[in-house]
């Protein structure tokens, strides 16, 4: 009895083993950045997240697999919209960002944006900003512009500045 146990244990552990041994070979796999110019240029390691996530949706939207895709047009505009803010994209027949309009209410601020304001104008406090990218195609190097504008508040008063992304007012 002992030796028909012990010989069904090991039976069925060879037929496990052999069930793991099959080799299946795989298809390629071909990955392509369509729109990597628009991601390196506009920076998503200093972006605040909200802002971050949607222009990384504008990135990766697959423009052929939208209802409205048609080979008729050479460029679509497309509208991306979160509670903080908005992107319209325009994009060419093949999918590729030609440029964009983007505007974002109170994000987070990059340090030289706010140690610039803090250093020119000392006791006034953030009250809204506003984050607004223009960013357009041109070859193999896409242009791109960002600016910030601020209103600071100091008990009753309030002023208006514009910076860049460096701190520099405009």
Do not use: H
């Not at 309009?101 to 803090?118: G, Y």
């Amino acid at each position: 009895m002992k030796k028909i146990i012990f010989g069904l244990i090991i039976l069925g552990l060879t037929i496990q083993t052999y069930g793991q041994i099959k080799t299946e070979e795989l298809s390629e796999v071909v990955i392509s950045a369509t729109n990597y110019k628009y991601l390196n240029k506009v920076g998503l390691e200093n972006a605040s997240i909200p802002v971050a996530l949607l222009e990384q949706k504008v990135a990766s939207f697959k423009l052929k697999d939208a209802d409205f895709y048609t080979d008729e047009y050479d460029t679509y505009e497309v509208s991306f919209y979160i509670p903080d803010g908005y992107i319209l994209a325009s994009y060419d027949g093949q999918g590729n960002i030609l440029r964009t309009a983007e505007r974002f209410k109170d994000v987070t601020l990059p340090r030289p944006v706010i140690e610039s304001v803090a250093r020119t104008y000392p006791g006034w406090t953030f009250a809204k900003d506003v984050y607004l990218v223009n960013y357009y195609d041109q070859g193999l190097a896409g242009k791109i512009t960002k600016r910030y504008k601020i209103v600071l508040k100091k008990d009753n008063d309030r002023i208006r500045v514009k910076c860049d992304e460096q701190g520099n007012f405009i």
